[in-house]
């Protein structure tokens, strides 16, 4: 739980590193375990620390119980089927893949979350470029390219 709650994509190696060393100790057993189990509790000890995860989740949890929910943008649902076209699905839909970036202009949540963002990452550790990179992310599919 450390890992992810508390260092998160600071160090996203750290639950790897957990769930490694629990794997350890269910292979080779006691007392050898008891090294993986160290370098696991010294590697979680001295990672940065980031909760954007957590408060990520609780923040699109408290819109849902709040009643802040909203159907998926016609453009967006699947149009992969007959009558998708006569019900709008899939319509004006522009797809990533086409454009050198990966990333395009185009509304993905719900009319009513428009601009909501959940996600806000710290500048400690692994989680800066990541940071930098989400800035990046939601200027292009705002359109407010620089």
């Not at 909203?70 to 649902?77: A, N, T, W, Y």
């Amino acid at each position: 739980v450390h890992a992810s709650e508390d260092i998160g994509m600071a160090d996203p190696t750290a639950l790897q590193t957990a769930v490694a060393a629990a794997h350890a100790v269910q292979f080779i057993g006691m007392p050898e375990g008891r090294l993986a189990l160290a370098q696991a509790t010294i590697h979680l000890a001295t990672a940065p620390k980031s909760n954007a995860v957590i408060s990520a989740i609780d923040g699109a949890l408290a819109d849902v119980r709040a009643g802040k929910v909203g159907s998926v943008p016609p453009h967006l649902r699947d149009g992969h089927y007959a009558g998708a076209e006569r019900l709008g699905h899939a319509q004006g839909y522009r797809y990533p893949h086409n454009v050198p970036e990966g990333v395009v202009e185009q509304q993905y949540p719900p009319d009513g979350l428009v601009g909501r963002d959940y996600y806000h990452p710290t500048e400690r550790g692994a989680e800066r470029p990541i940071a930098e990179r989400v800035q990046r992310l939601r200027r292009i599919v705002r359109g407010e390219r620089a």
